[in-house]
Nanobody, 111 residues
Framework: QGQLVESGGGLVQAGGSLRLSCAASGGTFSLYAVAWYRQAPEKQREFVAD???????NYAESVKGRFSISRDNAENTVYLQMNSLKPEDTAMYLC?????WGQGTQVTVSS
């Protein structure tokens, strides 16, 4: 199944940008869809975006037009470019591939 390691989170002001990375090791990365989820304190985990092996992407309505997901199969890495960030985007962002979850990277957006 392999492992997933997220990076790129941090503290940013509203309107700013961050790029998250999800690096995979083990398993067959290129054959799987990879997704980003997020979970804020005392809230349920919610879907953010996913990218199919072909590169086709899907987004939650709340991030459409602001976030962009992409993958580099040669590097076994999926990226989440987040622009025009809002305080409500504050959450732990987690990467998912099949049954495997990463530990997450914290994103905090100040108003």
């Amino acid at each position: 199944q392999g492992q997933l390691v997220e990076s790129g989170g941090g503290l940013v002001q509203a309107g700013g940008s961050l790029r998250l990375s999800c690096a995979a090791s083990g398993g067959t990365f290129s054959l799987y869809a990879v997704a980003w989820y997020r979970q804020a304190p005392e809230k349920q985990r919610e879907f953010v975006a996913d990218v199919a092996p072909s590169g086709t992407a899907n987004y939650a309505e709340s991030v459409k037009g602001r976030f962009s997901i992409s993958r580099d199969n040669a590097e076994n890495t999926v990226y989440l470019q987040m622009n025009s960030l809002k305080p409500e985007d504050t959450a732990m962002y987690l990467c998912n591939k099949g049954r495997v979850w990463g530990q997450g990277t914290q994103v905090t957006v100040s108003s």
